[in-house]
């Protein structure tokens, strides 16, 4: 990035614990407004509990939707399975399960509902492969949302030539404004990646989407190659710079910086910086993390008076029970003598 002018003020940002005990801290990429609401919502999002992503341990660029396979259970298929890229596979909408509604599942023009249902109607269409060749979802707002339905949004698993995620591609609503979707598609690696979002386009009048998002990426020294269903995937390149255009001139432009922390090998991310189109930026946003304890501490030792193992044919034994209902565990010593049962407790 050019030289930077830093002004007052600070980038927005919000920080939570959600339901799983994370810490979780979420910055809204704020863009140019598009034609009734019809604009990308993204969010440089950490979670102290994700794993080592686009922008390395623990942050994740949220807002983008993708259907992907998943395997069957038991509970929703009567029989438990992998996923093995076949027409066995099941289909999951950002973690949701589409649960078969008319047709054949995993074959085109059948017809799908997520299992927490949306009141979305999902169709399947085409064949790639051992399965489908894209979605398109139609949502009870009169928006329609098409998935795979480019080639670049169609990724296909290393190796094969059967689909295993379908990116979005195109939003449009009941008006016919649009936005439409990009990526960086590296089949040798099994990986994709968002690069650019336009947006403010109308189909009826013929107008072009003037608005956009762009993304721009370095590569990374932490490559490490991960396995999905068998099949490789390996993240060469990591996010630098999301900015958001309104025509050909920047508006805003969020740039990460990471580092290595002491301890590990993975970086991550050190600071968030805003600027604006005229290179007048807020102090960035700096982070530090607490490295877990690689150390076990030997808690207070409790010696007894009797060894902690059962002996049955002794009717002698142990038995670890929260006897007061204090929330800890108790240690219970029984002994059967002459038809009498002695109880002992710490």
């Given at each position: 990035m050019a030289q930077t002018t830093t002004v007052a003020g600070s980038t927005p940002g919000q920080f939570s614990v959600n339901e799983s005990g994370a810490a979780t801290y979420r910055i809204p990429i704020q863009v140019p407004p598009g034609v009734a609401g019809m604009e990308p919502k993204l969010e440089l999002a950490?979670?102290?509990?994700?794993?080592?992503?686009?922008?390395?341990?623990?942050?994740?660029?949220?807002?983008?939707?993708?259907i992907g396979r998943?395997?069957?259970?038991?509970?929703?298929?009567g029989v438990r399975g992998s996923v093995n890229f076949d027409m066995n596979d099941r289909y999951c909408m950002d973690?949701?399960?589409?649960?078969?509604?008319?047709?054949?599942?995993?074959?085109?023009?059948?017809?799908?509902?997520?299992?927490?249902?949306?009141?979305?109607?999902?169709?399947?269409?085409?064949?790639a492969g051992n399965g489908v060749a894209s979605f398109t979802v139609q949502t009870k707002a009169g928006l329609t949302l098409e998935y795979g339905n480019t080639a670049d949004s169609r990724v296909e698993a290393q190796g094969k030539s059967t689909v295993?995620?379908?990116?979005?591609?195109k939003i449009s609503d009941v008006k016919t404004n649009f936005m439409t979707f990009s990526y960086?598609?590296?089949?040798?690696?099994?990986?994709?990646?968002?690069?650019?979002?336009?947006?403010?386009?109308?189909?009826?009048?013929?107008?072009?989407?003037?608005?956009?998002?762009?993304?721009?990426?370095?590569?990374?020294?932490?490559?490490?190659?991960?396995?999905?269903?068998?099949?490789?995937?390996?993240?060469?390149?990591?996010l630098k710079t999301a900015s958001a255009y309104e025509g050909?001139?920047?508006?805003?432009?969020?740039?990460?910086?990471?580092?290595?922390a002491v301890g590990t090998v993975r970086p991550k991310v050190a600071s968030i910086?805003?600027?604006?189109?005229?290179?007048?930026?807020f102090a960035p946003i700096q982070f530090s993390y607490a490295l877990p304890q690689t150390t076990w501490d030997e808690p207070p030792a409790l010696n007894l008076p009797y060894p902690v193992w059962s002996r049955g044919g002794d009717g002698e034994g142990m038995q670890f029970v929260d006897v007061n209902?204090?929330?800890?565990?108790?240690?219970?010593?029984?002994?059967?003598a002459d038809g009498v049962t002695y109880k002992t407790a710490w």
């Open positions: 950490y979670n102290s509990q994700g794993g080592n992503g686009l922008l390395g341990t623990g942050w994740s660029l949220s807002g983008l939707s993708v998943c395997p069957r259970t038991k509970a929703q298929d973690g949701q399960r589409l649960i078969l509604v008319n047709g054949a599942y995993g074959v085109a023009g059948s017809e799908y509902r997520t299992e927490l249902d949306s009141f979305s109607k999902i169709v399947a269409s085409g064949t295993s995620v379908w990116a979005i591609s960086i598609e590296d089949n040798a690696n099994g990986s994709f990646y968002p690069s650019r979002i336009d947006y403010s386009g109308n189909a009826a009048a013929g107008q072009a989407a003037n608005n956009s998002v762009r993304l721009v990426y370095e590569a990374r020294p932490d490559v490490v190659p991960l396995y999905a269903a068998g099949s490789l995937v390996k993240h060469q390149v990591r050909s001139s920047s508006v805003a432009a969020y740039e990460v910086s990471y580092a290595t910086k805003r600027c604006d189109g005229a290179l007048k930026c209902g204090d929330g800890l565990v108790d240690i219970v010593r029984y002994l059967i």
